[in-house]
């Protein structure tokens, strides 16, 4: 006979796993029941072939098989969970710097291609602030390019299309929002006044034209380029957002709290040491700063990249070492949508 303390033992143990199922369960349910049914039958079948070779001569099925799902549902749901709750536990939040040189001032605001809309709703409010202040207004966006130019950052970037198309499409994949939907304010008004709102950037063809002199001087990185591209195996994203959009309503809502997990994650970490970041970062950073110190007698509000932001202020310093940082506030770029929906007593709507 079980003594008492390893009868409460093994009640404390199934508890805890009758915990942990349940826990899980609910994840993999939402990715769909077929998941949920199939890592419960692997498991329980897992937990067969473990129990018959451990007692070749005394079995306990059903409670192996118990143990086995529960544990492979808990196994599978825990990273699952990690990643669905990271923008909560670690939101992605972008810098907005204030820098001085002692006779005027820039703003930099950090930006990410895809984020939440309510992220995107206050950068706008803060730039009609600014220009309603006197700011000129400097915003991100490569220009088109010669079609060799563009074939050459399409395949650097493993892209098969237009980006902010793809960009688009990732956004409404993940139930984010893509930032030119927010911000093509600013370009119609760039229209109308040149002077004050800017499209302060290169051109496509200017990056690619800087990319060959590079490799003029380091023959290496062309080689480099070519070893990336490979090793990419002829991923798509195109590829994968047609999967995507195939799926049922359950798994693209799955899919897309998984992904703005996914994307806290990467947009949250160092900028990777990157050839191409000589071009994408550092060429495009100098010609930044120099339009700045251009603009000499204006002060200036940036929506660029928060990537950029280290790079920038130390070109900017190379030209006027005066540039310091006066305050720098934080916003989440990546939270859960907005678009609840609730219920109003019974008889209010009358």
Same mark, same amino acid.
């Given at each position: 006979m079980p003594s008492v303390t390893a009868i409460r033992i093994q009640t404390l143990l199934w508890a805890v796993l009758g915990v942990l199922f349940l826990l899980s369960a609910p994840i993999l349910w939402a990715a769909s029941p077929l998941v949920l049914v199939a890592v419960a039958a692997l498991g329980a079948g897992l937990g067969l072939v473990v129990e018959w070779a451990i007692r070749p001569y005394r079995h306990r099925w059903r409670r192996s098989a118990l143990v086995g799902g529960a544990l492979a549902c808990t196994l599978v749901a825990a990273p699952l969970y990690w990643l669905v709750l990271q923008p909560a536990l670690h939101p992605l939040a972008v810098p907005r710097v204030t820098l001085g040189d002692g006779t005027r001032?820039?703003?930099?605001?950090? /930006?990410?291609?895809?984020?939440?809309?309510?992220?995107?709703?206050?950068?706008?409010?803060?730039m009609i602030r600014a220009r309603d202040a006197g700011y000129?207004?400097?915003?991100?966006?490569?220009? &088109?390019?010669? &079609?060799?130019?563009?074939? @050459?950052l399409n395949a650097a970037v493993h892209a098969d299309g237009d980006l902010n198309a793809q960009y688009a499409r990732v956004a409404q994949a993940c139930g984010m929002q893509f930032q030119g939907d927010f911000l093509g304010f600013v370009q119609r008004q760039a229209a109308i006044d040149p002077a004050h709102i800017i499209s302060a950037d290169v051109s496509v063809t200017e990056m690619y034209d800087? @990319?060959?002199?590079?490799?003029?001087?380091? &023959?290496?990185?062309?080689q480099a380029m070519a070893a990336d591209g490979a090793n990419a195996g002829g991923l798509s994203i195109s590829r994968l957002?047609?999967?995507?959009?195939?799926?049922?309503?359950?798994?693209?809502?799955?899919?897309?709290?998984?992904?703005?997990?996914?994307? !806290? /994650?990467?947009?949250?970490?160092a900028e990777?040491?990157?050839? /191409? %970041?000589?071009v994408v970062l550092d060429f495009r950073n100098r010609k930044l700063a120099d339009r700045i110190a251009a603009d000499a007698d204006q002060d200036i509000y940036i929506t660029h990249g928060s990537g950029h932001f280290p790079g920038l202020l130390e070109e900017m310093r190379?030209? %006027? &070492?005066? @540039?310091?940082?006066?305050? !720098?506030?934080?916003? !989440?770029?990546?939270l859960p949508p907005d678009d609840a929906v609730g219920h109003l007593p019974a008889g209010a709507d009358r």
């Open positions: 001032q820039v703003v930099f605001q950090g /930006m990410v291609h895809v984020g939440s809309e309510q992220f995107y709703r206050s950068v706008v409010y803060d000129v207004l400097y915003f991100e966006g490569t220009l &088109p390019g010669t &079609p060799e130019a563009t074939a @050459w800087e @990319w060959q002199r590079l490799v003029a001087a380091r &023959p290496e990185l062309a957002l047609d999967i995507v959009s195939g799926l049922g309503d359950r798994q693209r809502d799955f899919l897309a709290t998984a992904c703005r997990g996914a994307f !806290t /994650m990467l947009l949250g970490r990777s040491q990157n050839d /191409m %970041n000589l190379k030209r %006027n &070492p005066s @540039w310091q940082i006066l305050s !720098t506030t934080w916003s !989440t770029a990546i």
